[in-house]
């Protein structure tokens, strides 16, 4: 008989039942051959005494590995691995800890230069710039959780836990268009609004209905990173126009029009990102008819509205938007925190509609336990509370920082105060190089990051964008500290 | 001097500031001209006299109103209208009410005739067929807002609020290793792990990746809904393959790939969706060989693992292939509930590094806060005794249903007892039609659904798939009642 006592082995610690591990240990004797085909199988009481097992785990194996229809059973003759079971080809593997890597495929994919690696894991000693985020200790985790609990308890939550509209949860709507309405001058209804997963989700929907191969969009010279490549990814093509201190000029986007038909122009009206300056009113209405006169969409993406230090937030184009042109898009992750996925796109009913459709293809449906806490959370005033509260401390860090930059460095970066947001468009002088202040500051454990996605367009502007809102006094005051450590290495080279 | 007083209304209900309510009621006035360019505005004392409010509102207001470039102070002249500001194009409006509608888009945008309505509001009175889902009513949403509110009070959590890796969160995929090492038989490592926001992102990362216009992706004839219209999505050709008792026929697939270049074959193996068969051991291990053989990929959907009445869940195809050719996708959403968007996509490290780069564009990166909270849910152990609870509890509705089913409609429905899942394959009588059905069971307040969906490949089976899970005894009883009624009447025409 073939030695069952020795080629199978239990794990009495494992979660597995003692039949399944048994009936997966035979499934490979048989798929390696080592089981041969027409073998026959020991009986349940032979085998189970063999095993030292209760002879009911031998039955349920067997019983198992027949309906899998890995073995047959002959009547009156017993149990058989069957004669016809194709056998596995498997590759040769050099070790079994091939086993558990997996590391090529077994087919051919498409693989898209634009898709390029997110950042690595980070090391708890290195300070990372960022293009400007929250920061997270600021974030009332604890009473958006309560109020996740709070509402998860409830007796009619049951109807919102199967699946549900690809549009979002109607409350969630239903408040954001109040919001919206009274925070940003839109005037809009629950039928031009639909919840995203945050702004790239926005960008992502928008560019797959908006733009095929060879499609046009406008950007600025400098823009942001993955709005470019997500319009890359759809093969489309992005013409630059020039930013200056009253942000994209639309004179030359008006020249474009009369030369090519245009899809979309993208535009971050509020803050230009990267450069953080703000569209002029001139140039507001002057896109808004250029967009009606071309029939082409604007993708406003609003990502900081909320946080403006020295004015009022300048209402976003979408408020003055009457024929329909512009898809408007926004989230709660610059306001409260990337890890809350709770933005909107506002649009058209027509586009909007066909944006959710297409929403239901991608993940089906949003969360609709954190909608409706978030829909609480604003329509509460809590949301509003949180932006007033952060946005002193914000104004505080901005003021340090800038300070800091101006004061310790002897001219080597040149910057424009932000009026608003939470990162400084910061330019380094031209005797030296972001590459060269990148290796260097690495050595006083400062993580510049991917300093060349500030300037697709390789106009050589030497200028990144440092986020100051993230880190508090302190740590300003260290990252201001590695940062001159860097520079007087460098000018000392 | 212009009739401020009349054209201006304060809400003093409103949270907004009253001196951006003066300005931007201003700037509707200027934009439609009521102000004419050269206007010269009143001293700031003078207007806040008219107005009755304090004079820094005015001030204020002004600012504003400069800052945004719609207004210009002349020194010694006062503050104008600019001469040189466009006017904003407008469409006529007909009346108020459309201000706030925005129907129709101003630009031209793709729309796909793939992308179909999702279905509409629910009516509380009326019963609505699914296709099988989970009773809401046994979710313990309690249970795991308590972990998600423990893990967001940690201090530690701070780390987890801002941007993160686009593969999910760490801990989630080591406590996947382990769980589908353990219960699923693969041989994976965290490299092979993706944490996506359900299956459907499972799908429709692969098929981003996988198909491009004309290729060719082969599925079952009768096949998931959602699948199909995802690579028809892509433009990709779609080639069906019979599905028998023992799953989808591998020897068709083999003519195929003798005849034609094979991308991926899309299978639910454990229960075919939607007939609920299970794919024979025989033809699994042809299956792996042919894509070994054929370099094409499978898309192993595995939507119900975990629900199996009569035997040991079946090992997926997964578990199998040491060839990199299986990309495997889960979620919770049917052994949880469909509102908690976690699932996962199991694929050779290679195919698995691009999908996690796609995923960035698509939505940035999953929730954090809710996987580490699933995290905890899974490695507790708490998910498998909640599988355990409400499979007892399933057992029993498919036993009641398919009595009923079987005993009180004399030969209408033709059926097999489904060995595992939530739904029963239910032929109508070919004397009758779904069309018939859907339409008399809405007078008995019985939705039928989308019953064509079953059939995209118009073989004229006359099935449909009926989901039994997510109703208790007496809701049974009521279904099976209404369903009584309507094929009576049918009976009557």
Not at 203 to 228: F, P, R
Not at 263 to 274: C, D, G, I, L, N
Not at 353 to 375: S, Y
Request: aromatic content about 10%.
């Amino acid at each position: 008989m073939f030695p069952f006592k020795t080629s199978i082995q239990f794990d009495r610690q494992c979660n597995q039942s003692l039949y399944l591990q048994l009936a997966n240990q035979i499934i490979q004797l048989i798929k390696n051959q080592t089981l041969a085909p027409n073998t026959k199988l020991p009986g349940s009481r032979t085998l189970a005494e063999e095993l030292n097992v209760h002879r009911k785990t031998i039955v349920a194996c067997y019983e198992e590995l027949l309906l899998q229809g890995w073995i047959e059973s002959i009547p009156k003759k017993g149990t058989f691995v069957p004669s016809s079971l194709p056998v596995l080809q498997q590759q040769k593997l050099s070790n079994s800890a091939t086993d558990g890597l997996r590391e090529r495929a077994g087919f051919s994919f498409y693989k898209n230069s634009v898709l390029s690696e997110k950042p690595a894991k980070k090391d708890d000693d290195f300070m990372y710039l960022n293009d400007g985020t929250s920061d997270g200790r600021l974030t009332p985790t604890d009473e958006i959780a309560r109020t996740y609990r709070r509402i998860s308890a409830k007796k009619m939550i049951t109807k919102h836990l199967s699946y549900g509209s690809t549009y979002g949860n109607e409350t969630l709507r239903e408040v954001l268009v109040d919001y919206l309405n009274t925070t940003r001058g839109l005037h809009i209804t629950k039928d031009n609004v639909l919840i995203t997963r945050g702004s790239q989700m926005g960008i992502w929907l928008s560019s797959q209905l908006l733009l095929q191969e060879e499609d046009i969009i406008v950007v600025g010279n400098t823009n942001y990173d993955s709005a470019d490549s997500t319009f890359l990814y759809q093969k489309s093509r992005i013409e630059r126009v020039l930013v200056d201190e009253d942000g994209i000029v639309t004179d030359d986007i008006e020249k474009l029009c009369k030369l090519k038909q245009i899809k979309a122009v993208y535009v971050t009206t509020h803050h230009h990102h990267p450069t953080t300056v703000t569209l002029s009113a001139k140039r507001r209405i002057h896109l808004l008819n250029l967009a009606k006169q071309y029939n082409f969409a604007i993708i406003e993406d609003d990502y900081d509205y909320d946080f403006n230090y020295n004015h009022a937030p300048i209402l976003p184009l979408a408020s003055h938007d009457l024929n329909g042109n512009v898809i408007y898009i926004g989230s709660v992750c610059k306001s409260v925190a990337p890890v809350y996925r709770i933005g909107y796109l506002i649009a058209s009913r027509e586009f909007l509609d066909e944006a959710a459709k297409l929403r239901g293809f991608v993940d089906r449906q949003g969360d609709a336990l954190l909608e409706l806490t978030f829909a609480d959370f604003i329509k509460s005033g809590d949301l509003d509370r949180h932006i007033r509260k952060v946005m002193k401390i914000y104004k505080q860090r901005r003021d340090l920082f800038c300070a800091l930059l101006k004061n310790e460095f002897d001219g080597v970066f040149q910057f424009e105060i932000p009026k608003g947001g939470m990162a400084v468009w910061t330019k380094l002088n031209s005797n030296y190089s972001w590459a060269t202040v990148s290796e260097v500051a690495r050595t006083y454990k400062l993580e510049i990051g991917d300093w060349q996605r500030y300037d697709n367009a390789n106009l050589g502007h030497n200028h990144i964008r440092i986020g100051f809102a993230s880190y508090n006094e302190d740590e300003i005051y260290e990252l201001i500290h590695r940062l001159k450590q860097t520079i007087a290495d460098i000018k000392n080279l």
